[in-house]
């Protein structure tokens, strides 16, 4: 088992950052993967960007360049540093971690943090 808590979320003028921490804890040494997600009342989950055990991140096009996923070895936080933020950005950010345990594969879920970007 695998537990995620977000935290960091908040109200941003455009423009501005903000930096998203996800606390891992349980089996973490299972994870292979881990992402950030997010969501706006009534719409999918959007992946924003993921990172893998290698280390290698990948983004969904409309933050490249504004935003950067990170982690502490093993894989106790994961970070999203969110640059030059803009108001279709605002919505509910969700860390999630994929790990593997005895030969299947299984998805966990923060809570969310509520990132609201306005003048």
């Known amino acids: 088992q695998v537990q995620l808590g977000e935290s960091g979320g908040g109200l941003v003028q455009p423009g501005g950052s903000l930096r998203l921490s996800c606390a891992a804890s349980g089996d973490i040494f299972s994870i292979y993967v881990m992402a950030w997600y997010r969501q706006v009342p009534g719409g999918q989950r959007e992946l924003v960007a993921s990172?893998?055990?290698?280390?290698?991140?990948a983004y969904v096009e409309s933050v490249k360049g504004r935003f950067t996923i990170s982690r502490d070895n093993p894989w106790n936080m994961m970070y999203l540093q969110m640059n030059n933020l803009k108001p279709e950005d605002t919505a509910v950010y969700l860390c999630?971690?994929?790990?593997?345990?005895?030969?299947?594969?299984?998805?966990?879920w923060g809570q969310g943090t509520q990132v609201t970007v306005s003048s």
């Open positions: 999630n971690a994929g790990a593997i345990f005895q030969g299947a594969v299984h998805s966990y």
């Open positions: 990172i893998t055990s290698d280390d290698n991140t």
